[in-house]
């Protein structure tokens, strides 16, 4: 025997704890409900807070329990709690222990509001072991309760953040790039910068996504709060070239296109999701019915062992994806995946034309394209950002 | 011989601690503020830590472990007295076991 530092600390983070063989699961989402406290313009998973037949439908403690002990006997060490708002639910606390009590990080994503003086205190005494991610719609009550459309809600976010911030719960607060906040960025990074915690900018949902659940009306609305490619360049260079300099990076390293591979995006023994209801999804924007499993059918162990595999193995047989996506060496840079194509036009396949726009305005913007040319008749786009980078 | 580490005493994991096993590694969660430095930190045992670690479940003194560990490994116990005092320690200040009364 022979031994110095014996007991060896691993970060949130950092390398894996396992190079060569990982756990069956490493990461669990849970999608605790639909329902929110809040009605956000851009939001594709928001049914009313007291949507009854949402509740009905909703899994249980104890079958939430139950899984999460599955989870741990897979290896699982992080659990995603998020929403829907997850704070919404009674149960929420007894959720939460059990996973800890597991062993497991938690990662809360919430909008604060429903943050009580209890659940700040047991967040203290139990961390969560991740920061608390908390989205943050807009610095002024109007800008933010015109996101919300629940009167009140700037009001109760505050509040829920103090309690965090009183407690030392640790959080990092996210962003919304919407018509209506774009004028407060700066000062949303100003305040944010002055946080227990800060490092760094934070963090901007922008390319909105839509209902997974596919829901017309909602889709149009979310479509028309979108920036378009030069927007989301103009607001990705606000302090730089640095976001340049890492797309130009990501393309790099991302390989080209994958052929009719479909998720090139899922290694074995990575993550999973489950919605309100028991569905396991390999993430929870993924709602094919042939990418999903109901675990009232079978274990986590099988879905994880068994059905996800099946998943990662489908191809695609559309001749527009094969033609474009298949080939296009953006490919690792655009945000198209199954779930979007999903979400945009129930396949699993089909180019989705904004993303498209996004990720060649970002490789003009890199130097990788000429004006007007197509990424996928691109030959060696490996070698075109090799050379151009 | 160190002062805080009593070789006649019996040490059991904290209750503060979740200890989990995956793939071949321990890994020692915090379940209560006050354990790491920060607030996100795990922890991971190495070799010697892990054979070590298994012994230390309450059943016994620390002296009974160095033997029976000195027994499998055909080591001087004073060798092993060394590791199982050095990682005690470690464990001891970060709270993940507690001395049983």
């Keep these: 025997m022979t031994g110095k530092a014996y007991v060896k600390k691993i970060r949130s983070g950092e390398a894996r704890l396992w190079p060569s063989r990982r756990p069956l699961l490493t990461r669990l989402d849970i999608e605790l409900t639909e329902r929110c406290n809040n009605n956000c313009v851009h939001c594709s998973v928001n049914r009313p807070a007291g949507d009854y037949d949402a509740r009905e439908r909703e899994w249980g403690a104890e079958s939430w329990k139950k899984l999460l002990g599955e989870a741990a006997v897979l290896g699982c060490l992080v659990v995603r709690l998020t929403g829907g708002e997850p704070l919404l639910r009674g149960d929420f606390e007894e959720i939460y222990i059990q996973a800890r009590r597991l062993g497991l990080r938690v990662m809360i994503f919430t909008n604060a509001t429903l943050v009580t003086p209890g659940l700040a205190r047991l967040l203290k005494d139990m961390p969560p072991l991740e920061a608390v991610e908390v989205s943050v719609y807009g610095m002024k009550k109007e800008t933010y309760e015109a996101v919300t459309r629940t009167p009140g809600s700037f009001d109760a976010f505050r509040r829920g953040l103090r309690l965090l911030r009183d407690n030392g719960v640790p959080f990092i607060v996210k962003g919304a790039v919407l018509p209506g906040t774009r004028g407060e960025m700066d000062e949303f990074e100003a305040w944010a910068a002055g946080l227990p915690g800060a490092a760094g900018l934070p963090s901007y949902a922008q390319l909105f996504d839509l209902r997974s659940r596919r829901n017309g009306r909602k889709n149009a609305l979310i479509s028309s709060l979108r920036p378009d490619a030069a927007e989301f360049v103009r607001v990705s260079r606000r302090h730089g070239e640095e976001a340049v300099g890492e797309w130009r990076d990501f393309c790099g390293r991302s390989g080209g296109g994958h052929g009719g591979r479909l998720f090139s995006c899922l290694p074995s023994g990575g993550s999973a999701s489950v919605d309100p209801y028991g569905q396991l999804q390999y993430c929870l924007g993924l709602r094919h019915p042939a990418t999903v499993y109901d675990l009232a059918t079978g274990s986590l162990r099988e879905a994880v062992t068994e059905f996800l595999p099946r998943v990662r193995d489908m191809r695609s047989a559309d001749r527009a994806y094969l033609e474009r996506c298949g080939r296009c060496f953006l490919k690792g840079l655009c945000e198209q995946c199954p779930a979007k194509s999903w979400a945009e036009h129930g396949t699993l396949d089909t180019p989705v034309e904004y993303f498209c726009g996004i990720a060649h305005a970002q490789a003009a913007a890199a130097g990788l394209l000429e004006p007007g040319e197509k990424a996928w008749t691109v030959a060696d786009g490996a070698a075109r950002t090799k050379q151009r980078s | ?101």
């Design chain 2, 1 to 101: 011989m160190n002062d805080k580490i009593d070789l006649d005493k019996v040490y059991a994991p904290s209750e503060d601690v979740v200890v989990r096993e995956i793939e071949g590694e321990v890994v020692i969660v915090p379940l209560v503020s006050g354990i790491g430095d920060v607030e996100d930190e795990l922890f991971t045992l190495n070799e010697t830590g892990r054979d070590i670690w298994k012994r230390v479940d309450g059943s016994k003194p620390l002296a009974a472990v160095v033997r029976e560990l000195a027994e499998e490994y055909d080591a001087p116990a004073g060798l092993i007295e060394g590791d199982v005092v050095g990682l005690l320690e470690e464990l001891l200040v970060r709270k993940m076991v507690v001395e049983k009364q």
